[in-house]
Antibody, heavy 120, light 107 residues
């Protein structure tokens, strides 16, 4: 059973870069597609982007200019960087893993989520 | 982007009831639809993929149907642990998009 665990700072200052890592266990990072999703407090779910182990990425157009997702196969980890953050980026950030349907990722396995607050 | 619209946004029901939640896509997505259950303070849990296939370990009280633009999630014989928020999500094309959620509350 694939398990995911997010890690990273819980507090980020405005205009700085949010950085999170997701560690994968119970499965090879080379076998699945990997994604980041976020959920502002009291709101719904927003997909941020997805990556395959090869490094191929897809990003939400609404965030594309600020997002970078990368994968480190040697550590069985993948990461999220979101630049120039504002209070609107305050959310619980989830990492997820799944399979692919014609190159589009599914979201079958989820981490527990980590709250990131943007505040000075 | 494909817009996903769920109805109702909230629903009150009693233990033992059967409920149905609908999800409509702004354009055809074949059967590339998933349903998730989220309890307060927890991560979403995948219940159904490909519109009607149950994830491993999900009880058969959950069922999904539909294709194209209109989909339903039905939960039979509601138990206290079923009261949660449910989301639909399309994976036909990027960007992946979710419905706004349906909050299922105890009457």
């Amino acid at each position: 059973q694939v398990q995911l665990q997010e890690s990273g700072p819980g507090l980020v200052k405005p205009s700085e870069t949010l950085s999170l890592t997701c560690t994968v266990s119970g499965g090879s990072i080379s076998s699945y597609y990997w994604s980041w999703i976020r959920q502002p407090p009291g709101e719904g779910l927003e997909w941020i982007g997805s990556i395959y182990y090869s490094g191929s990425t897809n990003y939400n157009p609404s965030l594309k200019s600020r997002v970078t997702i990368s994968v480190d196969t040697s550590k069985n980890q993948f990461s999220l960087k979101l630049s120039s953050v504002t209070a609107a980026d305050t959310a619980v950030y989830y990492c997820a893993g799944g399979f692919t349907i014609f190159g589009v990722a599914t979201l079958d396995y989820w981490g527990q989520g980590t709250l990131v607050t943007v505040s000075s | 982007d494909i817009q996903m619209t769920q109805s109702p946004s909230s629903l009150s029901a009693s233990v033992g009831d059967r409920v149905t939640i609908t999800c409509r896509a702004s354009q055809g997505i074949s059967n590339y639809l998933a349903w998730f259950q989220q309890k307060p303070g927890k991560a979403p849990k995948s219940l159904i993929y490909a519109a009607s296939s149950l994830q491993s370990g999900v009880p058969s009280k959950f069922s999904g149907s539909g294709s194209g633009t209109d989909f339903t999630l039905t939960i039979s014989s509601l138990q206290p642990e079923d009261f949660a928020t449910y989301y639909c999500q399309q994976y036909n094309t990027y960007p992946l998009t979710f419905g706004q959620g349906t909050r299922l509350e105890i009457k």
